[in-house]
């Protein structure tokens, strides 16, 4: 992935910030009941790939303490750059063009990066090759093909949906699938990783709710090249975010998949 590649690379400053806020606000308690559940502890070494605003490495120094290290990888670090921890290194790097180290990570964990890579494959083996026999890959991505309108009926429901649709087919044309997510196990298992094991997350969302901010800086920033798609017009992009602020406004939203997988031990 190169910083072009990244549908939200030329948004401001703040609002990107404050978009990823939201995204964390979402969606940290999974992420981190799954990486207690991995057993991430005191002394292990950790790769955190596409950083964003930042909590998750936060998390992850924590937790590892003085003993432990934290890598976190972004192709923009802007958000994270004036984190001081003694145990965190921050990299500007792609991890599709250039691998990291061999047989060194305890934990590798990326959310809502792959879907932006071109070349997953490469990718993938990058951070398979990375981890320690016996480490955990902590994969998160979403798929879009559950988005609907719901508990709102008539033309607003037909435009949400046009929308959603309008998404998608945006993202296919850069060459993201609209429904990784549901892909990563399988993704795993070609890997050759063990002990694969996923979780699902999808929530029915009114407007004005952390999920519809979410949406709401997306579409806004977007509404140039959903309107290309042919499938929405201007009017319905403009009732569509006036509906990410009605808390009368209903959506289902995609479904944040979580998969991980374990690399084979030493015999």
Not at 104 to 126: G, K, N, P, S, T
Not at 166 to 189: K, V
Not at 245 to 252: E, K, N, R, S, Y
Request: charged share 20%; with cysteine.
């Amino acid at each position: 992935m190169t910083q072009s590649d990244y549908v939200f690379a030329d948004t401001k400053q703040d609002t990107e910030w404050q978009r990823l806020k939201w995204v964390q606000e979402v969606f940290d308690p999974v992420t981190t009941s799954l990486l207690e559940k991995l057993g991430v502890t005191s002394g292990w070494t950790c790769l955190e790939v596409g950083a964003g605003a930042g909590s998750i490495l936060r998390w992850l120094c924590d937790r590892v303490g003085e003993s432990g290290r934290v890598v976190a990888l972004d192709l923009d670090p802007r958000f994270i750059a004036q984190e001081q921890r003694p145990n965190l290194e921050i990299r500007t790097q792609d991890i599709a063009k250039t691998a990291v180290e061999a047989n060194r990570y305890d934990l590798i964990h990326a959310r809502c990066v792959l879907l932006h890579i071109v070349d997953r494959q490469q990718a993938l083996a990058h951070l398979v090759h990375a981890l320690k026999p016996g480490g955990w890959l902590l994969l998160e991505d979403p798929d879009f093909t559950t988005n609907i309108a719901a508990l709102t009926e008539g033309e607003t429901a037909r435009v949400i949906n046009r929308v959603f649709e309008a998404t998608r087919q945006f993202y296919a044309s850069l060459q993201i699938n609209p429904a990784l997510g549901r892909q990563l196990p399988l993704l795993l298992q070609e890997l050759g990783l063990q002990d694969i094991d996923t979780h699902s997350n999808i929530a029915l969302f009114p407007g004005a709710s952390p999920r519809s901010q979410i949406w709401q800086m997306a579409v806004a920033h977007l509404q140039q090249p959903l309107s290309d798609t042919g499938i929405v017009s201007e009017a319905d992009l403009d009732l569509f975010l006036q509906g990410t602020q009605d808390p009368g406004t209903w959506m289902l939203d995609y479904t944040m998949v979580s998969a991980w997988g374990q690399k084979a031990a030493l015999p």
